[in-house]
Every structure is written in structure tokens, then in C-alpha cells.
């Protein structure tokens, strides 16, 4: 009598069978975490006219979210916005402190408490931009729980995990006659699976504010001499 083939790994886990999938990163809400890659288009108006500057929208063009800067604020304030304009993040920052530390807060609120990550710069002085992620609950902020790095103006950034290399997102600048005419910025944006993209959309915005905060700093500084 034939005997049963026995198998060495249980079966769908031996060399050859693909890695399950990775676990879901969620930070903001389980909703904005997709089972496959998600890919976004993002627009910067460089001459604002209204009260917010980005739009965010998906591969058919579905608005998905839109950023608000708040008039007459005390403090660096964006407001991230869902498609039907429902307060999601809350960005606060500091500006003026050494690394240009920014604080995301759930919803519309900036209490302690609905705290979700903050984010700076990793050094003072960087040749390309690096900034650290670290969630609410990394009080030590010894070792970062993401990091982005790339340089704006070269148009491509990456998000890690921590310090490995494993890519979360990435985003590249899509530049047509069009967008340049209209004073437009427009950037593609892939987010991989199971990670949340709301939490990378609004590491993108906290990019360019960043960005722009130094252009303008490096203009006063050449101004003086």
C-alpha cells in the first residue's frame, strides 16, 4: 500500500510558497489600509488663492483628501480633510525649534491625549532630507518608528520602516507643461499594501511644509550678507 507523501514544511509554508502578507500598519484608521498597493495623486498649488494648497486623490480621480491651513493661526496649522470634509489629522508645528518638529494629532483636535506621531527633522544640518517618525506611545524617542528620506526639489522620497529597508511608499514628481503653467505641483505617490495612507499622505504635506520653511530661511539668511 502506497504511503501518504509526507510533507516536510506544512503545506503553503515551505521555501518555495510566497511570504504571507504583511501585517496591516495601521495608524490613523483600518480604512485608509488596502490589501493592495494604493497609488495617489497629489497637487500643491504653489500660488494659493483659497485657505488650502493640496489636493490628494486616488488613481480615478476620486478626491480623497484635501489640506486646510487654517487663517489668522498662532502656529504652523494644517487640517487634513477627507473627500466629504471631515476633520482627519490635525498638523501642529513648531517651526522655529532645531529640528522643525511637527506634532499629528486625531481629528480636529490638539489635545495630549488624541496625540497619534511627531515628526522632524533627524539632523539640524542634511544634505538630503531625512525626517523621523516616532508614535505616541515612543516616549524615549531613542529609535524611530518610520522615516522618510529624499529631497523635494529632486522631485522622489521613500518612507521606511524604522531603520531597515523595508519601502512602505514612494513618491516621484510628475511634471507636464500644463501643471508648470498653472502653477502646479503634481507628485505620484504609491503606498504598498497594508499601510495606512492617510498616515504617508500627511508625512508628504509635513515634507513640503519643511521644504518651504527652509527655502525661506535660506533666503533670509543670503539676504544679510
Not at 484608521?29 to 493592495?36: A, E, G, R, T, V
Not at 520602516?161 to 510628475?174: F, N, P, T, V
Not at 503606498?191 to 519643511?210: G, H, T, W
Amino acid at each position: 500500500m502506497q504511503q501518504p507523501y509526507v510533507y516536510r514544511y506544512p503545506q503553503g509554508t515551505g521555501p518555495s510558497a510566497p511570504p504571507p502578507p504583511p501585517k496591516a500598519r495601521v495608524i490613523v484608521d483600518p480604512k485608509y489600509c488596502s490589501p493592495h498597493p494604493v497609488d495617489l495623486a497629489i497637487v500643491r498649488k504653489v500660488l494659493k488663492i483659497t485657505d488650502g494648497n493640496f489636493v490628494i486623490t486616488n488613481a480615478d480621480g476620486n478626491l480623497l483628501f484635501k489640506v486646510k491651513d487654517p487663517l489668522f493661526s498662532l502656529h504652523e496649522k494644517r487640517i487634513l480633510l477627507d473627500g466629504s470634509g471631515t476633520k482627519v489629522l490635525t498638523l501642529k508645528g513648531k517651526i522655529m525649534t532645531m529640528h522643525d518638529r511637527w506634532l499629528v494629532f486625531r481629528g480636529g483636535s490638539t489635545e495630549e491625549g488624541d496625540l497619534l506621531y511627531t515628526v522632524k527633522r533627524s539632523n539640524m544640518v542634511q544634505i538630503t532630507t531625512k525626517l523621523d517618525v516616532f508614535l505616541a506611545d515612543n516616549i524615549e524617542q531613542k529609535k524611530c518608528d518610520y522615516r522618510l528620506e529624499g529631497v523635494w526639489l529632486e522631485t522622489s522620497c521613500f518612507v521606511y520602516a524604522g531603520d531597515s529597508d523595508i519601502i512602505l511608499a514612494q513618491m516621484r514628481e510628475k511634471k507636464t507643461m500644463q501643471s508648470v503653467f498653472l502653477g502646479k505641483d503634481n507628485f505620484c505617490l504609491t503606498v504598498n499594501p497594508n499601510v495606512d495612507y492617510a498616515f504617508i499622505a500627511s508625512l508628504i504635506v509635513i515634507l513640503v511644509e519643511i521644504q518651504i520653511s527652509l527655502r525661506k530661511l535660506t533666503k533670509q539668511v543670503l539676504l544679510l550678507h
